[in-house]
C-alpha cells in the first residue's frame, strides 16, 4: 500500500458538474496539503490541514471546497470549474508542520481536465 | 515574498555526464532548502536539504550546497544514469514557516543511454 493514495487519477468534467478527488494517506502523518500543478508554473500551495484543522487558505476561490474528517483522509470538493481549472492536483501530508522539517510526501496526483 | 528561480529545461544529457541544475532564491532570513524529485507517473519525493548556510545536502550521489552569499543551490551529479531522468523541484521554506514551501518551476532532466 503506497503512502498516499490519491484518486480518481484522471477526471474530465464539464464546468456545470460536481465531482470530488480524494487523497488518504497511511504514514501516521497529521498534516495533509493541497497542490496545483500547471503546465509551465510552480507548484501552488492551496490548502493545509493540521490535525483535521485548517490552517491555510491560499487565496483560493470558492469553487474549490476541501474537506478533511479525519488525519488520514482529504478531499477537494469541485464544482463550476473553468477550464484554467485544469491542472495535476498534487496531495500531500507530513508531520506536524511545526516541526518545519520540509518534508512532505506526496500522492501521485489526480489530472483534472475541465471542459 | 519569497522565490525561487530554476533553470528552464529540458536538460538534455548523455548517461555519466556530469549534471548542473541552477537554483536561486529569494526570502528573508534563512530558509531552509529542498530539491525534490518527480519520477515520471509519480508524486514528488524529498531528494536532499540543507537547513543552514554552507550546508551540504546529499542522497544518491547528488549535492547541493546551501550559498547564502549568491543565494543559491544549485544541485550536481557527478555521472547520471537513465534512471535519473525526472523533473527536479528546487523549494525552500523560511524558518518557524511550518511546512509553507514554496517551489520552483521544475526542470525536466532527459538522459540518453
Known amino acids: 500500500e503506497t503512502g498516499v493514495t490519491q484518486t480518481p487519477r484522471h477526471l474530465v468534467m464539464g464546468m456545470t458538474n460536481k465531482k470530488s478527488l480524494k487523497c488518504e494517506q497511511h504514514?501516521?502523518?497529521?498534516?495533509m496539503y493541497w497542490y496545483k500543478q500547471s503546465a509551465k508554473k510552480p507548484l501552488e500551495l492551496m490548502f493545509v490541514?493540521?490535525?483535521?484543522?485548517?490552517?491555510e487558505n491560499n487565496s483560493v476561490p470558492s469553487r474549490f471546497s476541501p474537506e478533511c474528517p479525519n488525519s488520514s483522509h482529504l478531499f477537494l470538493h469541485l464544482h463550476t470549474l473553468q477550464p484554467e481549472d485544469s491542472a495535476l492536483y498534487l496531495c500531500?501530508?507530513?508531520?506536524?508542520?511545526?516541526?518545519?522539517?520540509?518534508?512532505?510526501?506526496f500522492g501521485e496526483g489526480s489530472r483534472l481536465t475541465v471542459l | 515574498g519569497d522565490s525561487v528561480t530554476q533553470m528552464e529545461g529540458p536538460v538534455t544529457l548523455s548517461e555519466e555526464a556530469f549534471l548542473t541544475i541552477n537554483c536561486t532564491y529569494t526570502?528573508?532570513?534563512?530558509?531552509?532548502l529542498f530539491w525534490y524529485v518527480q519520477y515520471p507517473g509519480e508524486g514528488l519525493q524529498l531528494l536532499l536539504k540543507?537547513?543552514?548556510?554552507?550546508d551540504k545536502g546529499s542522497n544518491k550521489g547528488f549535492e547541493a550546497t546551501y550559498r547564502k552569499e549568491t543565494t543559491s543551490f544549485h544541485l550536481e551529479k557527478g555521472s547520471v544514469q537513465v534512471s535519473d531522468s525526472a523533473v527536479y523541484f528546487c523549494?525552500?521554506?523560511?524558518?518557524?514557516?511550518?511546512?509553507?514551501?514554496?517551489f520552483g518551476g521544475g526542470t525536466r532532466l532527459m538522459v540518453k543511454p
Open positions: 500531500a501530508s507530513s508531520h506536524r508542520p511545526e516541526l518545519n522539517t520540509g518534508e512532505l510526501f
Open positions: 504514514l501516521g502523518h497529521n498534516a
Open positions: 523549494a525552500l521554506t523560511p524558518a518557524e514557516a511550518g511546512n509553507m514551501l514554496t
Open positions: 526570502a528573508t532570513g534563512y530558509p531552509s
Open positions: 490541514y493540521n490535525f483535521k484543522e485548517q490552517t
Open positions: 540543507a537547513t543552514k548556510a554552507d
